[in-house]
């Protein structure tokens, strides 16, 4: 809102409706941008490579058609919520979550031999389900949305705990994995690895 005063003040009426129509424009493209990535993702990552594996294309566009929904009412409510919530504070949290349960298994995957698909995904949920627990239980939703007197977990960030708990997470479920399949990944991951850091062996990108 500070660009938003300044152009008022600078330029007038004038300035002020042509920044307020390039922010409008901005936050509208990021909008759309955001709801298509995560559209796509469910439809075609989620639902027609693990859920539904060979689903037809029409099915992947009804699928998309209803995400965009979901989303879209989820991302309605979490804004009433959130509404006198500081812009910069809402980025810092999410950038928090997603980093739960993303950077230990991109970490470990780039460098851990023993890393299983059943440990990165056991791992990662429970990241990424300690960092939206703690973050319910935290100041800003426990007091300042649900309007409890004291917070149940103290601080306002909770990725140095949920971090901590996706690597123990990744780590205990992928040495726990004695299947035929997790010891075939380990047994890859040499290959991978010299592969990642020297780019011997790479082929053509294939077609999708």
């Not at 006198?84 to 230990?104: D, E, K, T």
């Not at 007091?143 to 004291?150: D, W, Y």
């Not at 306002?156 to 997790?182: K, R």
Request: hydrophobic fraction near 55%; aromatic fraction near 12%.
């Amino acid at each position: 809102m500070a660009a938003v005063h300044l152009a008022n003040a600078v330029g007038g009426n004038l300035f002020l409706g042509f920044i307020s129509a390039v922010a409008f424009a901005t936050i509208l493209a990021v909008v759309a941008g955001l709801t298509l990535a995560g559209a796509s993702a469910v439809s075609h990552d989620l639902y027609a490579n693990v859920f539904r594996k060979g689903a037809t294309e029409r099915e992947e566009l009804k699928v998309s058609k209803i995400t965009v929904l979901v989303l879209g009412v989820i991302a309605i409510i979490l804004g009433v919520l959130f509404e006198n919530q500081n812009i910069a504070f809402m980025v810092g949290l999410a950038f928090a979550i997603a980093a739960s349960c993303n950077f230990p298994i991109i970490l470990l995957s780039m460098y851990w031999s023993k890393l299983t698909t059943r440990g990165a995904m056991l791992g990662g949920w429970l990241g990424l389900l300690t960092a939206v627990v703690l973050m319910i239980l935290g100041p800003t939703i426990w007091v300042q949305i649900l309007g409890h007197e004291k917070a149940i977990f103290p601080y306002e960030y909770p990725a140095l705990f949920s971090i901590s708990v996706a690597f123990l997470g990744i780590w205990f479920f992928s040495a726990t994995d004695n299947s035929a399949e997790g010891n075939r990944e380990r047994e890859q991951f040499r290959a991978q690895f010299i592969r990642s850091q020297t780019g011997f062996g790479v082929q053509q990108g294939r077609a999708h």
